[in-house]
């Protein structure tokens, strides 16, 4: 199979109503005094600064706001910056059933971790995304599946809500933008995403502290890290149908040895993935009974559609997915999933 270039791998054609639905959730905006936002477990740069962002918008028209995220409820060192961190509760403290839910940078509920069970019990949901593989789990979408960021999304609610951008804003969403482009790097880095760039800038965001923050900022065991899973990186060139695969693994125990957090391993894959021999990068995170696998594709292997294929999502060239068991079962797992993935014609 050949996904042409700009489809939606993997996208399911069963959602009910428009991917797009603006007015619907503007009225659902305006229509509650309370919203409780969510995001994705294990949040990056765009899930977090896209809901706080919103939550900081609302907190400025006067409503009342929650914004959580599934345990491990801890916030990742590199997104400490940002703006509206009060924002934040314990996902035991959101509401039981929520009169409006609203959903940031998640692909499907199960992303959403113990507390996927709001979606049913919530009154209304609003799922703010762009994953190539959203499900379309909500009650309004506002699904973007080009938009190189949740944020592309968000941003645009928020001028439909009248809201002005202000400087804690306008950062949050720089943040997620400059994050799931990869600084601006990455395959959907339009002449959109950077108009936008161009108006949060303008606002008066500090591209480079957010930058150093998000990019460029790790405990010096970080590199002792990067050290050991680079000198076991393997590089092999027949997977992924010929196209080849680079990958390599991270343990608890690693993390341990180094004093490390669990999210100093998640800029590794920008490093294995700049292997040009190999157009798909693994990296496996085996901490306890699950591996969580990372793919990253340099153009040629919809990475998106094997991870859909194996329990997961994400995107055609940024994708992840989690298996039951140790290293040697996730990467055989990578191996079986790639051979059968899409190719992306360039
Ligand atoms: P990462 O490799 O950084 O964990 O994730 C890469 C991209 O794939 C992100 O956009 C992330 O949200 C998405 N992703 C990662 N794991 C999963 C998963 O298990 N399910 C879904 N639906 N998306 C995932
Ligand atoms: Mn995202």
């Known amino acids: 199979m050949t996904v042409a270039g700009g489809a939606a791998a993997g996208a399911p054609s069963g959602l009910l109503g428009p991917e797009l639905d603006w007015a619907a959730a503007e009225a659902a905006v305006r229509s509650h005094d309370e919203v409780v936002l969510v995001c994705h477990l294990n949040p990056d740069g765009d899930a977090l600064g896209s809901m706080l962002a919103f939550g900081l918008a609302l907190r400025q028209r006067g409503s009342r706001v929650l914004a959580s995220f599934p345990e491990p409820f801890v916030v990742p060192e590199s997104l400490r910056f940002l703006p509206g961190l009060e924002l934040l509760v314990p996902p035991s403290q959101v509401p039981a059933a929520p009169g409006l839910l609203v959903t940031f940078d998640a692909g499907s509920a199960a992303r959403l971790g113990e507390l996927a069970g709001r979606v049913a019990t919530a009154g209304v949901v609003v799922v703010a995304d762009h994953h190539a593989t959203n499900t379309g789990f909500g ?35 720089y943040a997620a933008l400059a994050a799931d482009s990869g600084s601006f790097r990455h395959a959907g880095t339009t002449p959109a995403a950077h108009a936008l760039a161009s108006r949060l800038l303008a606002v008066g965001v500090r591209s480079a502290v957010v930058c150093r923050e998000l990019f460029d900022s790790h405990p010096f065991g970080w590199h002792r890290l990067l050290a050991e899973v680079l000198g076991r990186a393997r590089l092999e060139p027949a997977e992924a149908g010929g196209l080849g695969l680079v990958w390599s693994w991270v343990s608890a ?33 085996c901490y306890g009974p699950v591996c969580h696998v990372s793919l990253r594709s340099r153009g040629r292997v919809d990475v998106g559609a094997a991870c859909l294929a194996a329990g997961g999502g994400g995107h055609r060239l940024a994708a992840g997915f989690t298996v039951e068991g140790d290293r040697t079962v996730a990467i055989e797992r990578v191996r079986a999933v790639l051979t059968a993935a899409p190719r992306i014609t360039p």
């Open 139 to 173: 009650t309004i979408h506002l699904i973007d599946r080009q938009a190189v960021a949740t944020a592309v999304v968000v941003e645009e609610l928020i001028r439909r809500l009248g809201v002005d951008l202000d400087v804690p804003i306008a950062t949050c969403l």
């Open 253 to 285: 125990a690693d993390l341990a040895d180094l004093d490390l957090a669990a999210d100093q391993a998640e800029s590794l894959i920008d490093v294995l993935r700049t292997a040009r021999e190999a157009d798909v990068a693994a990296v496996l995170k």
